[in-house]
C-alpha cells in the first residue's frame, strides 16, 4: 500500500487514445509540482492539476502528499516521456498512449481472408534441408496467393531454440521469444554464399545435398543433425568477406537491436562453452549482469558476434518471406505466432530473471479437453516486475516479431488477464490464477500492432472468462473459433449466422489430429493409449461420436454435406461450413489440404510418448508430401476452391 507513495510517479503510465486518465504524483507536503509530458516527436503538453483533496501520508520519516494531474484525451499514439519537477529534482516516467480499438486492415473491413496454417518445419521442399525453411515459406505463401487466392499464411512460432543439441522440438518451448531460430535460414539465399571460394562452396552443398536426402524420408524429423549441417555452413558463409554497405547493413542491425541482442548471443556462446542446463554453469556466467560476463562476452566476441549475424540473417529472410506474400498479392501476408513464455532455462530467463516468477510454472487447469490439465514449463512474467521494467522486455519482444509480419497469433491470450501458476513440483490442478494489468499489456499489443499496420488474433479457447473476450472485441483484437468446440447454450452444434465476426474460423487445430484423422476419432485411441482420458474409453469414444455426428447432421440439414459422403468430402464440407459464418478469417490446415491424419502434437505427453512436433507433412497413409506435391494436388486445390468461391460469394 505505500509503495506508490514512496515515489514521485508510477513507474509507468498505460492509457487509452481518447480517454482521460489521471496520475497520482507524490512529493513532500507542502511541496510545488510541475507535471507535463514530452511527445515522441519532441512537443510538450502541460498537464493540469484535478482539483482533488488526498490526505497527506506519513511514509518513514516524511509526510508525503497526494496531488492528481490529468492526462488529456487527445495525446498522440505512441510511447511518451511523463516528467515531474519539484524542490528535490525532477522525476521521469514512460507515458503509453494505446489505441482504444485496433482498426482491422483494409482486406478485412468489408470482406475477409482465408489461409493456410502451416507448421513451417514439416514443410519441405525438395531443396530443404531436411526442415521447412523461410525460403519454403515465401514459396506456399505465393503459390497459394497467386493460384488460390490466399490472403495470409499461419505459420507456427519461430521463436530460438537451443544453440546446442538436444534442441526442443515444440516451438511452443523456446528459448528467447524475442529472437528467432536461424534453423529456419536457407543457407545459399545469404548473399556472400554467391562470392565464397570454390573449396568453401563445395563444403556448403555437400552439406545440402546429405539434409535434402532427408526431404524423403518419412521418419521423424531431425532437428539435431540439421542444426548441425546448417551451422556448420553458416560458420563458413559468416567467416567470408561482406562488402562496406553489407557490413553496415549488418552494423546497424546490431546498434538497433542493442543490449538485447547482444545478451541473446552471448547466452548463445555461454551455453556453446558451459552446455546446458545453466544451472550447471560457473557461478561467474550466471548473473547476466556481472562484471564476469562481460569480459566472458569480450573472450567470445567473434562467436557472440556470430550468433547475433545469425539474427541478422533470419531479419533479412524474414523480410523477404513478408514482400515475397504481399508482391504475389496477399492483402495480410505472414502472420506470426507468439508462445506464451520460454524455457526457465533459456536465454530470456537469463537476460531478465527478476522478471520472471522462477519458482513458478505456467499451465492450464483440468477442463474436458485436457482432464488432467496442462504444465508448460514455462516461468511466467512477474506482473509488478514487469510493470516496474514500464513493460520494456515485453515491448522489445512484440516489436521484433511484428517487424516483418502482416498479423500476430498469441497463443493462449487469455494469459494476459489471468494465467494459471504452478509451483513447481506441484501438479497443475494444485496451480492458482494470477491476474495481470491487461489494460497495459493489451494495450501495449495494440499499440506495437497499429504501428506495424498488423492484424491481431488472440488463442481463446479452454477455461476463459466471457467478459475477457468481449474486452477483446471491443479492443479490435480477433478470437479464434474453432468449428468442434463451437456450440450453443444447448450443447447443439452452434449454427453458422450466430458465430461472431471478430474471429479466426478453422476446423481444426495443431491440438488435434487433422481432420480426417478427427472424423475418424483417432484422438480418442490416442488419448486412450497414452492413458490421458479420466473416463472409460468407450464413454468417451460415445460422447465424442455424438458430438461428431451432431455437426455432420447439421451439414447435412444445410445442404453442405450427403449422407453417404466420403472423407474428402465431408472434410471439404465442413470448411465449407466456416465460409457461411461471418468469420473475418478462415483458417486452413496445410495437413487437411493434404489428407494427413497424424496428429502434430498430444498436449499432456512427452517426447518419449508420443513424436510431438517431429512429424513432416505426409498424405493420409503417412508418406511424406513435399510442397512441390502440395501445388499440384488435386485434393488441395479442390479445398482451396472451397474456400476462396465461398469466400469471395
Known amino acids: 500500500q505505500e509503495r506508490?507513495?514512496?515515489?514521485?510517479?508510477?513507474p509507468v503510465v498505460v492509457t487509452r487514445s481518447g480517454g482521460t486518465t489521471t496520475v497520482a504524483v507524490h512529493v513532500d507536503h507542502g511541496t510545488t509540482v510541475t507535471v507535463w509530458v514530452e511527445l515522441e516527436d519532441g512537443d510538450r503538453r502541460d498537464l493540469e492539476e484535478e482539483d482533488r483533496w488526498v490526505e497527506p501520508r506519513l511514509v518513514g520519516e516524511r509526510m508525503v502528499a497526494e496531488s492528481t494531474f490529468v492526462v488529456p484525451p487527445d495525446l498522440p499514439l505512441g510511447w511518451h516521456t511523463l516528467h515531474a519537477r519539484h524542490t528535490r529534482g525532477e522525476q521521469t516516467a514512460p507515458l503509453?498512449?494505446?489505441?482504444?480499438?485496433?482498426?482491422?486492415?483494409?482486406?478485412?473491413r468489408e470482406g475477409r481472408a482465408w489461409g493456410y496454417m502451416a507448421q513451417l518445419y514439416a514443410v519441405r521442399s525438395q531443396e530443404?534441408?531436411?526442415?521447412?525453411?523461410?525460403?519454403d515459406l515465401a514459396e506456399l505463401a505465393s503459390w497459394s496467393a497467386r493460384v488460390q487466392g490466399a490472403g495470409f499464411v499461419l505459420v507456427n512460432p519461430l521463436h530460438a531454440a537451443e544453440p546446442i543439441p538436444p534442441t526442443e522440438v515444440s516451438p511452443y518451448l523456446p528459448t528467447s521469444r524475442r529472437f528467432t531460430n536461424p534453423i529456419y535460414l536457407r543457407v545459399e539465399d545469404i548473399r556472400e554464399v554467391a562470392y565464397l571460394p570454390a573449396?568453401?562452396?563445395?563444403?556448403?552443398?555437400?552439406?545440402?545435398?546429405?539434409?535434402?536426402?532427408?526431404?524423403?524420408?518419412?521418419?521423424?524429423?531431425?532437428?539435431?543433425?540439421?542444426?548441425?549441417?546448417?551451422?556448420?555452413?553458416?560458420?563458413?558463409?559468416?567467416?567470408?568477406?561482406?562488402?562496406?554497405?553489407?557490413?553496415?547493413?549488418?552494423?546497424?542491425?546490431?546498434?538497433r537491436e542493442g543490449e538485447g541482442l547482444r545478451d541473446f548471443a552471448t547466452w548463445c556462446a555461454l551455453a556453446e562453452r558451459y552446455g546446458l542446463p545453466s544451472s550447471r554453469w560457473p557461478a561467474h556466467a550466471r548473473d547476466s549482469r556481472s562484471r564476469s560476463v562481460r569480459q566472458l562476452r569480450e573472450e567470445m566476441s567473434d562467436r557472440v558476434r556470430f550468433h547475433m549475424w545469425l539474427q541478422w540473417c533470419m531479419d533479412e529472410q524474414l523480410a523477404e518471406v513478408q514482400r515475397t506474400a504481399l508482391d504475389a498479392g496477399m492483402p495480410i501476408g505472414v502472420v506470426h505466432d507468439l508462445a506464451v513464455g520460454a524455457q526457465a532455462d533459456g536465454a530470456d530467463a537469463w537476460s531478465f530473471p527478476d522478471a520472471l516468477a522462477t519458482g513458478m510454472t505456467a499451465g492450464a487447469p483440468p477442463d474436458?479437453?485436457?482432464?488432467?490439465?496442462?504444465?508448460?514449463?514455462?516461468?511466467?512474467?512477474?506482473?509488478?516486475?514487469?510493470?516496474?521494467?514500464?513493460?520494456?522486455?515485453?515491448?522489445?519482444?512484440?516489436?521484433?516479431?511484428?517487424?516483418?509480419?502482416?498479423?500476430?497469433?498469441?497463443?493462449?491470450?487469455?494469459?494476459?488477464?489471468?494465467?494459471?501458476?504452478?509451483?513447481?513440483?506441484?501438479?497443475?490442478?494444485?496451480?492458482?490464477?494470477?491476474?495481470?494489468?491487461?489494460?497495459?499489456?493489451?494495450?501495449?499489443?495494440?499499440l506495437e500492432a497499429h504501428r506495424a499496420g498488423a492484424v491481431l488474433v488472440g488463442e481463446d479457447l479452454g477455461t476463459v472468462e466471457p467478459w475477457a473476450r468481449d474486452y477483446l472485441r471491443e479492443r479490435g483484437i480477433l478470437g479464434t473459433s474453432i468449428l468442434w468446440f463451437e456450440k450453443d447454450v444447448d450443447g447443439d452444434p452452434r449454427p453458422p449466422d450466430a458465430w461472431r465476426e471478430l474471429c479466426l474460423a478453422t476446423v481444426t487445430t495443431h491440438d488435434l489430429p487433422p481432420t480426417a484423422g478427427y472424423l475418424a476419432g483417432e484422438h480418442i485411441e490416442l488419448r486412450?493409449?497414452?492413458?490421458?482420458?479420466?473416463?472409460?474409453?468407450?464413454?468417451?469414444?460415445?460422447?465424442?461420436?455424438?458430438?461428431?455426428?451432431?455437426?455432420?447432421?447439421?451439414?447435412?440439414?444445410l445442404g453442405l454435406l450427403d449422407a453417404e459422403a466420403t472423407e474428402?468430402?465431408?472434410?471439404?464440407?465442413?470448411?465449407?461450413?466456416?465460409?457461411?459464418?461471418?468469420?473475418?478469417?478462415?483458417?486452413?490446415?496445410?495437413?487437411?489440404?493434404v489428407g494427413d491424419r497424424r496428429a502434430m502434437n498430444q498436449p499432456g505427453t512427452c517426447d518419449r510418448e508420443y513424436p510431438n512436433w517431429r512429424l513432416p507433412l505426409a498424405d493420409g497413409i503417412a508418406q511424406p508430401v513435399l510442397l512441390e506435391q502440395v501445388m499440384t494436388s488435386v485434393r488441395a486445390s479442390s479445398l482451396a476452391k472451397v474456400v476462396s468461391r465461398r469466400s469471395a460469394s
Open 528 to 557: 486412450d493409449r497414452l492413458g490421458l482420458l479420466t473416463r472409460p474409453v468407450e464413454e468417451e469414444a460415445a460422447l465424442d461420436l455424438a458430438d461428431r455426428s451432431a455437426v455432420l447432421s447439421l451439414l447435412v440439414r
Open 199 to 255: 573449396t568453401d562452396r563445395a563444403i556448403v552443398e555437400w552439406h545440402a545435398e546429405a539434409m535434402r536426402a532427408l526431404n524423403t524420408d518419412p521418419g521423424e524429423l531431425d532437428r539435431d543433425a540439421v542444426w548441425a549441417a546448417k551451422q556448420s555452413a553458416l560458420e563458413i558463409v559468416y567467416a567470408a568477406q561482406r562488402s562496406p554497405a553489407r557490413q553496415a547493413a549488418f552494423d546497424e542491425y546490431c546498434d
Open 368 to 446: 474436458a479437453f485436457n482432464q488432467q490439465g496442462q504444465n508448460w514449463n514455462q516461468p511466467p512474467w512477474r506482473p509488478d516486475r514487469l510493470a516496474e521494467l514500464a513493460y520494456a522486455p515485453y515491448r522489445a519482444m512484440l516489436h521484433t516479431i511484428l517487424r516483418h509480419a502482416g498479423g500476430l497469433r498469441v497463443d493462449h491470450i487469455i494469459g494476459l488477464f489471468r494465467l494459471w501458476w504452478i509451483p513447481r513440483g506441484a501438479s497443475p490442478a494444485e496451480g492458482t490464477y494470477v491476474r495481470y494489468d491487461h489494460e497495459a499489456l493489451i494495450g501495449i499489443l495494440a
Open 128 to 135: 530443404s534441408w531436411g526442415l521447412g525453411d523461410l525460403v
Open 96 to 108: 503509453v498512449v494505446t489505441p482504444a480499438r485496433l482498426d482491422l486492415p483494409p482486406a478485412l
Open 568 to 593: 474428402r468430402e465431408r472434410v471439404e464440407a465442413l470448411h465449407a461450413f466456416l465460409t457461411m459464418t461471418p468469420a473475418k478469417l478462415l483458417g486452413v490446415s496445410l495437413a487437411d489440404a
Open 4 to 10: 506508490p507513495w514512496r515515489r514521485v510517479l508510477p
